[in-house]
């Protein structure tokens, strides 16, 4: 289970684009245009009050928290196991602070967030080997204006939205609903225990 900011359809297009430049081999693992993402706060497990939790941190903290413009522009492969991944060579104070609230808030809510130095990115591929990456990238802008909480669900090839939440300060409502910019979107039933410790 992790929070997440997710690409809009048309930053999809063009991370597809950048990523038809690198230098695949058959062991590289793609990453699907759907699962495009960057974590900001994993959860290894969460029981069912925990998710809820977790679901009203997401509207407190995008509640008083603004979006922000977010440059991709470096392109490597972390050696351990092959992550492929576009990165920002400057983090934006505003995504610094929404990260490390909800990183805060899950550890209070006793969700155990992990622990390890957050290093913002967006996985293009596993197995890639380091040689794989193209020299020159070209900046690919990134407007960011909401965020979502996503479960993997067990045996299949896709996460779960469980709740989506638009910035405070992007100007506008929240995902699909009007009036106050961080109100939640989607709550589905809250998962059974065996689910939620997936």
Known sequence: MFFAVEPSPALVRRLQAHAARWNWDAQAR???????????????????????????????????????RLVLDRASVWPQGGIAHLAPSAVPDALRALQQALHAGARAAGAHPDQRTW?????LARRAQPGQAPREVAPLDWQVRSFSLQ????????????????????????????????????????????????
């Open 30 to 68: 793609r990453s699907p245009p759907h699962k495009l993402h960057l974590t900001l706060v994993f959860v290894a497990a969460a029981d069912p009050e925990q998710v809820q939790a977790l679901l009203r941190l997401g509207a407190r903290v995008a509640a008083t928290h603004r979006g922000c």
């Open 151 to 198: 479960r993997s669900l067990p045996g299949a090839a896709r996460y779960q939205t469980l709740g989506r939440w638009v910035l405070g300060g992007s100007g506008t409502g929240a995902v699909g609903t009007k009036g106050s910019s961080a109100k939640l979107c989607t709550v589905p039933s809250p998962p059974t225990a065996a689910s939620a410790a997936q």
């Open 119 to 123: 290093r913002p990115h967006l996985t």
